[in-house]
């Protein structure tokens, strides 16, 4: 019988399969068929605080700001008690999720403010989550602002929940950092238990014939796991912290390269959105075949095999590797001729 048991953030998961935060998590029936199919734990879709205020904003204008001119008409006005806050949703549907599932829930915080990533992520904790991913979605297009006071935004936001907060804590990175093997050093030495790479930034298009911005949501393709195999690979075996790989995993082709480039855990969304919870269950079987043909008694035995710490010739994930690859290309017969 293969092992695939792996750690992820300190906690036992029985695979090293885990729905990342999507509109997945918001429906318990849909959370409780990706259980049964096969995730070893679930990422809830991100609370954001930005919501959370406007919300706030909303109930206090409408509510207890609100004049209708006549002092008997105030009665028609709904009790306050009425309306749940975004933050009461999250924190109850955070609980449902606990109650019902087994396996754990790790709660998803986008925050703006250090006082907002504190306060939230306190509630969090007390909900019941099982860790915290924080998912700081930051694009960094002020001029004056250099690419150090980027890197201190993140250790500072961690430095204040890790003072308030005893949860795993994993940092949902971008990859746009100039030195990330050394960004991670410093999320380690700030408190955090692991990263996630990487975040994807949805990106702006331009309407030609309305000629405006428009946004328009990408899901990823599997080209998108290459960039992450290069930097699990990297970091692997230079950090404690748990490595999770998210972004372009479509088939246990992704996840399997994913663990042997050193991911302790393979994230997946997109995949599951286009073809619902069974895709799961598939990937898994997929990767016990794998393991039979390739004589893998467990995940632990095949983890890293592959990573620049254990390959003969480091250089394949470094520059090297790219003089290689354009040296290779020749065009089709005929299409330069």
């Not at 019941?128 to 700081?136: H, I, S, T």
Request: hydrophobic share 45%; glycine share 8%.
């Amino acid at each position: 019988m293969i092992d695939l048991s792996t750690d992820y953030l300190g906690l036992a998961l029985k695979n090293p399969l885990v729905p990342s935060a999507s509109p997945l998590s918001r429906d318990l029936d849909t959370a409780l068929r990706l259980e049964d199919a096969g995730a070893a734990a679930l990422v809830m879709y991100s609370l954001f605080e930005e919501e959370l205020c406007a919300e706030d904003a909303m109930l206090d204008r409408f509510l207890l700001h609100a004049d209708i001119g006549h002092g008997e008409a105030e009665s028609f006005l709904p009790g306050h008690g009425e309306f749940r806050g975004g933050l009461e949703r999250y924190l109850s549907h955070l609980h449902q999720l606990k109650r019902r599932l087994e396996i754990p829930v790790v709660a998803s915080l986008n925050g703006v403010s250090p006082s907002g990533w504190v306060e939230l992520g306190r509630a969090l904790e007390q909900a019941g989550a099982d860790a915290l991913e924080l998912n700081v979605y930051h694009v960094a297009a002020d001029m004056h602002a250099a690419g150090e006071a980027v890197e201190a935004r993140y250790i500072g936001l961690l430095t204040e929940l890790r003072r308030v907060v005893s949860l795993p804590i994993v940092m949902k990175l971008s990859p746009f950092f100039s030195s990330l093997p050394h960004f991670v050093r410093q999320l380690e030495a700030a408190g955090a238990n692991g990263v996630a790479v990487f975040n994807r930034f949805y990106q702006p298009d331009i309407d030609l014939d309305e000629m405006r911005m428009t946004d328009q949501l990408h899901l990823s393709s599997a080209e998108e796991a290459l960039l992450r195999i290069r930097w699990i690979a990297i970091l692997y075996g230079r950090t404690r912290l748990t490595l999770a790989a998210t972004g372009g995993v479509h088939s246990e082709s992704e996840v399997l390269k994913l663990l042997l480039a050193g991911a302790d855990v393979v994230h997946l969304a997109s995949c599951l959105l286009q073809h619902g919870p069974d895709k799961l269950t598939g990937i898994l079987a997929a990767m016990q075949n794998w393991m039979e043909e390739k004589e893998y008694a467990s995940i632990a035995q095949l983890k890293g095999s592959m990573s620049q710490k254990n390959l003969p010739d480091p250089s394949l994930v470094a520059r090297a590797s790219y003089l290689r690859v354009l040296d290779s290309f020749t065009p089709r017969p005929g299409v330069w001729s």
